[in-house]
């Protein structure tokens, strides 16, 4: 049976808001960048903390950090789809206009350096997340003039740049050999878990969105290479993307 089992389900409404949760300090929604950048690991939260210049409270436990007066980093929230899709949910509500996801990924072709970034244009839908917000025969995508901008500002800063399809799914002890093969060869340069799930908030909510990948691994259909470099470019990458968003909601 299909997912969502309940297909009539895009135009319902839902029980619970994020509007609500957001609002659930005393009616008045803080104050959030137009831009929000989320992120997963923990050497990007260290870069994050060395500029950022002010924490918000928005909704619960959630805060976002402030980079410039246009651009927030919200981390720290765990991983996977159905928290990244809730975060991104509740930044959208607070009034964030542009969602981009910066982590790292698993790269399924080889001859992209490990220093260079990927840029995500369409998200193949391997998720649980994504289908509840949009029909499953729908693709979702980043939003063309967002990935110029970060494809621009990543540039400038010596950092390759790569555009091409990126695999979502989240159950990562079943990233199974043949699968891993027919992607690769369909040309998907990386897999990560949440891409599709953020997309699809993006698209159903009306906001503009983008991803940014720095390649931790390689896989391929008989081998993991994980990457033998123990300084991550994922830091390096913070900047560009933070100059880029500021430059695209200005």
């Known amino acids: 049976m299909p997912i969502p089992k309940y297909g009539d389900k895009y135009d319902a409404p839902a029980l619970f808001s994020p509007e609500e949760a957001v609002g659930a300090h005393g009616g008045a929604l803080p104050e959030m960048?137009?831009?929000?950048?989320?992120?997963?690991?923990?050497?990007?939260?260290?870069?994050?903390?060395?500029?950022?210049?002010?924490?918000?409270?928005?909704?619960r436990n959630q805060t976002v950090r402030l980079l410039s007066e246009e651009v927030g980093f919200i981390g720290d929230f765990g991983i996977g789809p159905t928290v990244t899709a809730i975060v991104a949910e509740?930044?959208?509500?607070?009034g964030a206009e542009v969602v981009c996801v910066l982590c790292g990924c698993a790269g399924l072709q080889t001859d992209v350096p490990l220093s260079d970034a990927i840029l995500p244009t369409r998200a193949v839908r391997d998720d649980g997340i994504s289908q509840?917000?949009?029909?499953?025969?729908?693709?979702?995508?980043?939003t063309p003039a967002v990935t110029d901008h970060l494809e621009s500002a990543l540039s400038d800063t010596g950092i390759g740049t790569h555009r091409g399809p990126t695999w979502s799914m989240g159950a990562m002890y079943r990233e199974t050999e043949p699968e891993i093969e027919h992607y690769a060869n369909e040309g998907v340069l990386s897999l990560g878990m949440a891409e599709a799930a953020l997309l699809a908030v993006a698209e159903y909510r009306g906001v503009?969105?983008?991803?940014?990948?720095?390649?931790?691994?390689?896989?391929?259909?008989d081998d993991w290479v994980p990457n033998s470099d123990e300084r991550s470019s994922l830091p390096s990458m913070l900047g560009p993307t933070v100059a880029a968003l500021r430059t695209y909601v200005s």
Do not use: C, M
């Not at 509740?90 to 607070?94: K, P």
């Not at 503009?208 to 259909?221: E, F, K, P, R, S």
């Open 90 to 94: 509740n930044a959208i509500a607070a």
């Open 132 to 142: 509840h917000y949009l029909p499953p025969e729908e693709t979702v995508t980043s």
């Open 33 to 59: 960048p137009k831009a929000v950048i989320l992120g997963f690991e923990d050497e990007l939260f260290e870069a994050v903390d060395e500029r950022a210049t002010e924490s918000v409270n928005y909704v």
């Open 208 to 221: 503009d969105a983008g991803v940014v990948h720095q390649i931790g691994d390689y896989l391929t259909a």
